[in-house]
């Protein structure tokens, strides 16, 4: 029996070696991409999907009055979300281990006389 098949006795597979291969780079065409800024994030989802709205909240000190208008909906699959999460903190921890820890908290980051003026 070729060696690629299970063993008819044991239902087995053969043992392979550990892959010594490094990760290739997938090729970007990023020509295409629009560039926006948001300072606002809404996850919503169910079991198969997670839905990620960005927007600019124009209020950002305080509890909006207005509402906020969501430019760009992101829907992924949870597969996709645990590695954009893995991704986002591996470049987190990198960001506050060169520039210190991110408060976000805007009241613990703006000074009062800021907020008396805004």
């Not at 976000?104 to 008396?116: E, F, G, I, Y």
Request: proline fraction near 10%; include cysteine; charged fraction near 15%.
């Amino acid at each position: 029996m070729p060696e690629s098949t299970a063993n008819s006795q044991n239902n087995q597979l053969p043992a392979t070696a550990p892959s010594t291969q490094t990760p290739q780079q997938v090729p970007i065409d990023d020509s295409k991409a629009i560039p926006l800024y948001a300072n606002f994030c809404r996850v919503t989802g169910t079991p198969e999907e997670l839905i990620i709205d960005f927007g600019l909240n124009s209020q950002p000190f305080e509890v909006p009055t207005a509402p906020i208008s969501v430019s760009q909906r992101i829907v992924i699959n949870p597969f996709t979300a645990k590695r954009l999460w893995h991704a986002l903190s591996m470049t987190l921890q990198r960001h506050e281990a060169t520039f210190g820890v991110l408060e976000t908290d805007v009241q613990k980051r703006v000074s009062p006389a800021m907020l008396r003026h805004g």
